[in-house]
Each structure stands twice: as C-alpha cells, then as structure tokens.
C-alpha cells in the first residue's frame, strides 16, 4: 500500500443498539472521563465512539470527536493533562458518533481522514440525524492506503482497511504501537460482543475488512498493546481474538448455508447464530442479513 508523509501531503443501526446510543437530553450531565494507556496516549469517553488523545509536547492529536455537543467538555478535560491545542483530528470513519465533534475542533484544527470520509459525509446524511457535512467538519487531509503524522514522540500511522464496517475505515496506531484506535471494526462489549458489520446503501461495508484490520493488528503489535475499540471498554490482545474468532466462525456457519443454496430468509430460519450465544431474535437476524450481504455482494470471505 502507498505511503502518505504528512510532510509531503502538507453506529449506528437500530438493530444493534449498542451502536445507537441514546442521546442525552442534557448534555450538561454527561461525564467526561479520561485514562491514561501510555507517557503520551489516552482514551476519551464521553458519548459516541471513543477518542484517543496523543498529547505531545507542542500539540494534541485527536482520533474521533464524539458529539459536536461535547467539544468545550472534551476540550476542559484536555486541559486537565495538558496546556497544549488540539491541532490535528483523525477520523476513523465517516458515522456521525465519532465525526460529530469535528465542527468542534475543526475550527482551529487540521482534519484527517481516508478519502471516503470526506466523500461520505458530503453526501450521506448520517443515519442517528447528527449534522457531519458542515465545510468545518470536513477532513481538509485525505489520504487512499496510510498516512503518517511524525511527531516528536514518535510517528502516528492511520491505515485503511476497505469493506469493512464502512467503505473508509481506518485504524489509528500510536507511536511505538503500544495503543491502537481500531474505530468500530472493533468493539468491546463483553461477553455477549459480536463483530460490527454494518453495510451501507453502497454495498461498501462487510466482513473482509473487518477481519483484515484485526488480523492487522494481532500481527503488528506486542502481546501488552492497549486496543481502543470504536466503542465499549478498553481492551486486549485476548478480547480482539476472541471477536476475531466470533467473526471467523459466524462468517463461516452462514457461508455453509450459502454454500448449500439457502435463501436468507431460510438461514434466519436455521437459526445458525444460537449455538454462539452472542444474539437472538432481531439481533440475530440483522447480523446474519449484513453478513450474507457482504459474503455474496462483496466477493466472499477472505
């Protein structure tokens, strides 16, 4: 894949409500809470998808924003940490939960992103009616494969991973690869987690790139690496291969299906989530309707 130098260049659904969170009817209330993973690395958790925060000695890096809603809270529990600006936001993908917080910080910071993002939220209105085509939350930096941002700590790398739970996925590494942002092509939400395949009105979402960006990581970082999931708590190397494995063998059980001809309406009539005990009833249905899609729409599991 190509390489961008930034010196060279310069959920949800109803189905699954996990990724649909309720919004606050006053955002006054909502808490802000901060942890920190590394010397330089936080995670952010307000309302939406999570942040990273790389805090440098000159800059902040942000990956995601939240809720526009949120941007004076996020911004006071910044200043917590640090004196320094938020200069750069990297967005890893287009869904109003984690770019909403773009008309925020775009004002005074340079917005990241792959190409599609920006392309996305031109045009698509985001589905929980957040606004994310504002010019001010618009990424002014797209980049096709990776992109790097050098910093004095160390380099950030964002890479994409295409035909995954959207058509512009990105997965956020942090200098030393001790903290990844995998955006929601990984979430964390215990026991009863399942993989968030989602498949847009285009056709570009699916199970490929999700378990592309996870086998990624797996390969690419060390055994101790803190994973930021695009929702949920923060997790380990154990919880991203056991989500993998869900993947893996759900995506295989409904391949069996289509292998022997099934409709899907004759597969969600099979059931053949049960034995996984990760979803049932409506839940079920809406994952085993996403992965069909993505198996025969997107040229099959890799």
């Keep these: ?18 990724f649909t969170q309720q919004q606050p009817t006053d955002w006054a209330k909502v808490e802000i809470k901060l942890q920190k993973l590394d010397d330089h690395v936080y995670l952010i958790q307000g309302v939406g998808g999570n942040i990273g925060a790389y805090v440098g000695d000159d800059e902040i890096v942000l990956s995601d ?7 004076p809270k996020i911004e006071a529990a910044l200043k917590t940490i640090s004196d320094k600006p938020v200069k750069y936001v990297i967005n890893t993908h287009w869904h109003g939960d984690h770019t909403g917080g773009n008309a925020y910080f775009g004002k005074t910071a340079i917005i990241i992103a792959q190409d599609d993002v920006r392309k996305t939220m031109q045009t ?25 941002l050098h910093m004095e700590g160390g380099d950030i790398h964002a890479i994409y991973f295409p035909k995954g739970h959207t058509s512009s996925d990105t997965v956020v590494f942090y200098p030393g690869n001790k903290v990844v942002h995998s955006g929601d092509d990984f979430t ?8 968030a395949v989602d498949f847009e009105s285009d056709g570009s979402g699916g199970v490929q790139g999700i378990k592309a960006a996870c086998e990624y990581i797996l390969a690419h970082t060390a055994d101790d690496v803190k994973i930021i999931p695009g929702h949920g708590n923060l997790a380990t190397k154990a919880d991203l291969v056991k989500y993998l494995g869900v993947l893996n063998d759900t995506t295989a059980a409904i391949q069996a299906e289509i292998n022997q001809g099934k409709s899907l309406d004759q597969i969600k009539q099979d ?17 085993i309707e996403r992965v069909y899609k993505s198996l025969t729409q997107n040229g099959g599991a890799r």
């Design 271 to 287: 059931k053949v989530l049960d034995k996984f005990n990760i979803a049932t009833g409506a839940r079920a249905d809406a994952y």
């Design 124 to 148: 698509e209105p985001d589905r929980a009616g957040r606004i994310t085509d504002l010019p001010v939350s618009l990424p002014v930096i797209t980049f096709s494969d990776q992109f790097t």
């Design 65 to 71: 924003t939240e809720q526009v809603q949120l941007g």
């Design 1 to 18: 894949m190509r390489k961008a130098l930034f010196s060279a260049a310069v959920c949800c659904l109803a189905a699954f409500p996990a």
């Design 188 to 195: 964390n939400f215990g026991p009863n987690n399942f993989p």
